[in-house]
Structures are given as structure tokens and as C-alpha cells.
């Protein structure tokens, strides 16, 4: 090899070892809900953009058919972190698990109320099958607000509960319920099926959260610098779902991840997520709206009192304010 073709060589393996991250790769057993979805959009990004390469992490992502099932996968240390509804891990740290909340994910509710013909309006939901994703779950605590409007409680409804939006909308294709709550872009293809949207949550529950990214605490304790490098991960993965210009590849990710060839609809999603805030660029984690969460959880029975914010956030990692 002449000099000067070795100094090139060298010159370049240079370049890769400085952009390469300075430590190991570290394998995380991630936690999800249900089945490839939009509410885990910024998850796809961060593995497809390689922001959690970059970070020197790799995510083994495991999907738990619910919110409730997930946090119990984390606290038992088969799963390190996971993403799923806010209310689960106040649930959880509620019993004693030893979990805590490393970011809120999904700042907002995603979810449309879906009916079928004979329910127009959401007083009409009264007598009517309504199917939520759990007792102990999000969807409960939104289901709350929207029956609130219209002078409702839960035994004015019967409740069925199915994990996933996936689940949700075929139980109401199929009959066995009158409505549903869900996200998109499901709730856009059960649109273009024929049935119809009687009310976003983003009228009734907006202050409220969707979602967190949680750690379990023996793994955050071991693994201090993974957690954090986690949480940067995904506040660049947000940063550029966020950004205008990545529009088309956002939704090319979340196509592939679906196997899905409905990129009308999934492009409907990207361009609703973006309207209403969903994926927050701020990682901060804010008192007053864990403090209506837990509030909201308390009215239905969620959880009997509120969980104290030294116990369910990880101290030193989470950024909190008021």
C-alpha cells in the first residue's frame, strides 16, 4: 500500500472510532404494549434514525398484550425499560413495585371515541358496550372525563376491556361493543370502514398524560449511565419526529414497523400527532399534571391516595418542575 493510501485508510478509521460511542454495547430488554403502534412512534424512530446506536444501546423490544402486564414484567426484572400508559406506573409504585418514571413519553390523549350507527352522540353511550384497554389503565381514566359531559358514571355503561387498539377495533367490527377508544391510525382506517367519531379525548382530557417511559430501580441502580443515555436517545428520536422536514420518513418508519400498506391513514396519524403535542421535546416531568393523573385515578378507583413524587420519580435522572 503506498503512503498515501495508508494515511487515507487511517485518516478514515480515525473518523469512525471518534463517531463511534466510547462505551459497549448495552442490550436493553424494552417493554411495549400490544403490537407495533403509533403511540411508540418515537421507539421506531430512535432504532431507525440509530439515535439509540449512537447512545451505544440496543433495544430488545418485547410486546406485553397490556399496561398492566408490562409494569408487572418490570417490576419482576424481565424487562430494564419500557413505555406504556401513565398511570401504570403510579399503579404499580402504588402496591410497592420497585419501578420509577424516567420521562413522560406521550404528553397528551391520542384517542377518538368510535361508535358504531347506533350510538350518535356520547349520551348515547348510556345502556351501550363501551371496550377500554383496562380497569387499571389510561383508557379508564379518560373514559372518566368523556362520561363526566354528558352526565354519565361508569354504571350507566356496561365495560369490556381488550389490551390494544387493535383488539378494541375488532371487537367493535365484530359487534361485541358499541364503541371504542382509539388511537390512531386505527382509529382513521375504522373511520374509513364505515363508523364514526363521536368526540376526541383531546376535548375532555387534555391536561391529562398518555404515556412514560419507566425504569426498573435495580436496573437504573446498575445501570445509571444506560438510563441516561435511554432518556437522550429519545429526546433526539421526538426531536426529529418533531421536525417538519421528516414527515415522509416518519411515516415510511411506522409503515414498515405496522406491515402496513395504509399510508393514507398513517400519514393521517403523523400529521394528528403533530397537531395536538403528542410526543412533548421537553423531557420534563411537571407536578400539577402528575397531580391531575393521580387525581382523575383517585375518582375512579384506580389507586386510593396519591403516590408521594420522591417515590415514583428516579431521583438525579428524572427532570421534574412544577
Not at 411495549?32 to 432504532?47: D, F, H, I, R
Not at 418490570?74 to 402496591?95: F, N, R, Y
Not at 387525581?295 to 418542575?321: N, Q, R
Request: charged share 20%; hydrophobic share 45%; aromatic share 6%.
Amino acid at each position: 500500500m503506498s503512503m498515501k493510501r495508508w494515511l487515507g485508510a487511517a485518516a478514515a478509521c480515525a473518523l469512525f472510532a471518534s463517531a463511534a460511542p466510547s462505551w459497549a454495547m448495552d442490550t436493553v430488554e424494552t417493554g411495549l404494549v400490544g403490537s407495533p403502534n403509533s403511540a411508540e412512534w418515537e421507539m421506531y424512530v430512535g432504532v431507525h434514525q440509530g439515535f439509540f446506536s449512537e447512545a451505544g444501546i440496543k433495544l430488545d423490544i418485547v410486546y406485553v398484550p397490556t399496561a398492566s402486564g408490562v409494569m408487572q414484567e418490570l417490576s419482576s426484572g424481565s424487562l430494564d425499560l419500557v413505555d406504556t400508559s401513565a398511570p401504570a406506573p403510579i399503579d404499580a409504585v402504588a402496591h410497592g413495585a420497585p419501578v420509577a418514571i424516567i420521562r413522560i413519553t406521550e404528553a397528551v390523549p391520542p384517542y377518538d371515541m368510535v361508535a358504531d350507527a347506533k350510538v350518535k352522540t356520547i349520551k348515547d353511550l348510556k345502556g351501550k358496550t363501551v371496550v377500554l384497554g383496562s380497569l387499571v389503565n389510561i383508557t379508564h381514566v379518560y373514559l372518566e372525563r368523556v362520561l363526566q359531559s354528558a352526565g354519565l358514571k361508569d354504571s350507566d355503561i356496561d365495560i369490556t376491556t381488550v389490551g390494544n387498539t387493535a383488539g378494541r377495533f375488532a371487537a367493535l367490527k365484530s359487534g361485541s361493543a358499541d364503541a371504542a377508544m382509539l388511537a390512531p391510525p386505527i382509529n382513521f382506517i375504522a373511520e374509513s370502514s364505515g363508523l364514526h367519531n363521536i368526540g376526541s379525548l383531546m376535548e375532555f382530557a387534555k391536561d391529562l398524560p398518555f404515556g412514560a417511559a419507566d425504569v426498573s430501580l435495580s436496573y437504573a441502580k446498575q445501570h445509571h449511565d444506560v438510563v441516561v443515555r435511554f432518556i437522550e436517545a429519545i429526546n433526539k428520536s421526538i426531536a426529529w419526529f418533531n421536525t417538519d422536514a421528516n414527515r415522509a420518513a416518519a411515516i415510511d418508519i411506522l409503515a414498515d414497523e405496522m406491515k402496513s400498506a395504509k399510508r393514507d391513514e398513517i400519514a393521517e396519524s403523523y400529521d394528528y400527532l403533530r397537531k395536538i403535542g403528542f410526543f412533548p421535546n421537553d423531557s420534563t416531568v411537571h407536578r400539577k399534571t402528575l397531580d391531575a393523573l393521580m387525581t382523575s385515578m383517585i375518582a375512579i378507583g384506580d389507586t386510593e391516595s396519591k403516590v408521594p413524587l420522591d417515590k415514583l420519580l428516579l431521583p438525579g435522572v428524572t427532570k421534574v418542575a412544577d
